[in-house]
């Protein structure tokens, strides 16, 4: 079946360290992708998505590129924040008619002054 | 922000008590979910709706009832609750379309005691 897979955490970083969390996906067709964040007592919301393969999805200086050949979504940033300590979930959609929407167990990021 | 709203927030209840979730939008999106997030097991879905009366299960549903009588409102019901339905619940909704990015409420935490 459909399936996401993004890495454990907590990932803690000092600030201005460079962030990868990995995710890869398993699914039948062609699905588009997405990263979502929470905030602590909030409800998700859209970090950025990628809807085909090669497409790069950027969004407050996150980055993440579809993968078809490795079926892999992996978020990155240059340079983290203390303010960027959240959940990430990486999510995938996919279907004809109804559209299944798939998430990751999500990745907590802790980032030290 | 999207037009999506939860009620209650906060609720404690106890075991064996039936208790109803609310899930509002404004948006006049075609599909609406329920998720519930739990440690360890991200987001899960509980049940979906692509339309007015039209619902269906998603991998965990056991122990719960959804009701949508009108395209704003979707309804979470737990006719005996459990502690082990103790979660925070998330309603989320989508346009049509595989490349459309969810809207998510703000989430209600149930405790069942």
């Known amino acids: 079946g459909d399936s996401v897979t993004q890495m454990e955490g907590p990932v803690t970083l000092s600030e201005e360290a460079f962030l990868t969390i990995n995710c890869t996906y398993t699914?039948?067709?062609?699905?588009?992708l997405f990263w979502y964040v929470q905030y602590p007592g909030e409800g998700l919301q859209l970090l950025l998505k990628a809807t085909k393969a090669d497409d790069k999805g950027s969004n407050k200086g996150f980055e993440a590129t579809y993968r078809k050949e490795t079926t892999s979504f992996h978020l990155e940033k240059g340079s983290v924040q203390v303010s960027d300590s959240a959940v990430y979930f990486c999510?995938?959609?996919?279907?004809?008619?109804?559209?299944?929407?798939?998430f990751g167990t999500g990745t907590r990021l802790l980032v030290s002054p | 922000d999207a037009g999506i709203t939860q009620s209650p927030r906060h609720k404690v209840t106890e075991t064996g008590t039936p208790v109803t979730l609310r899930c509002h939008q404004t948006e006049n999106h075609r599909y609406m979910y329920w998720y519930r997030q739990d440690p360890g097991h991200g987001l899960r879905l509980i049940h979906y709706?692509?339309?007015?009366?039209?619902?269906d299960k998603g991998e965990v549903s056991d122990g719960y009832s959804v009701s949508r009588s009108k395209t704003e409102d979707f309804l979470l019901t737990l006719e005996s609750a459990t502690s082990s339905q103790t979660s925070v619940y998330f309603c989320a909704i989508t346009r049509e379309g595989q490349n459309t990015e969810a809207f998510f409420g703000q989430g209600t935490r149930l405790t069942v005691v």
């Open positions: 699914a039948t067709g062609y699905p588009s």
């Open positions: 999510a995938l959609k996919v279907g004809t008619g109804f559209q299944k929407l798939v």
């Open positions: 709706s692509y339309g007015v009366k039209d619902t």
